[in-house]
């Protein structure tokens, strides 16, 4: 059973690997172009999820999903793809201590376009984390 709270734990779960995907892809960038890179990336998740999606029984005919889940999920892949390019050249070109947090702007924005385009509410609270991030992004960036 799922608690109320599971979600952070997913999170959690999520920025850990997030983390790992940094050095390792940083590691990996060496003498390999990042675009090719990004591809031999792309082609494991697709096997390891393949398999998981299979083995777990959750594979169902796609074709059975009605047109907006399709639309939507297309373009989901279509901003995956984007950012996973421009996250791996931006790990070619500099410190993966530099790049990860930048990256993370997505959060701010995330946030942004859940109010415009959900109507999500976040709180006082939450904004003032949104914008600690948004602080902490403008530091890293400043040149030293």
Partial sequence: MLSMHSWFYWAL?????????????????????????TLIRTLV???VLSGFVYFTGKWSDPFAL????????????LATGASWVCYFRALKLGE?????????????????FAVIFLNERPSVRDWVGILLVAAGVVLLSLRR
Avoid: C, H, Q
Wanted: glycine share 6%; net charge positive; aromatic share 10%.
């Fill in 96 to 112: 993966a201590s530099k790049v990860a947090p930048v990256d993370k702007f997505s959060l701010v924005l995330v946030a942004i």
């Fill in 13 to 37: 779960l999520s920025a850990v690997f997030a983390a790992m995907t940094a050095i390792f892809a940083k590691i990996g960038l060496e003498g390999v172009d990042s675009d090719y890179a």
């Fill in 66 to 77: 009605n047109r907006k889940t399709w639309l939507f999920l297309s373009l989901s892949g």
């Fill in 45 to 47: 998740i697709l096997l």
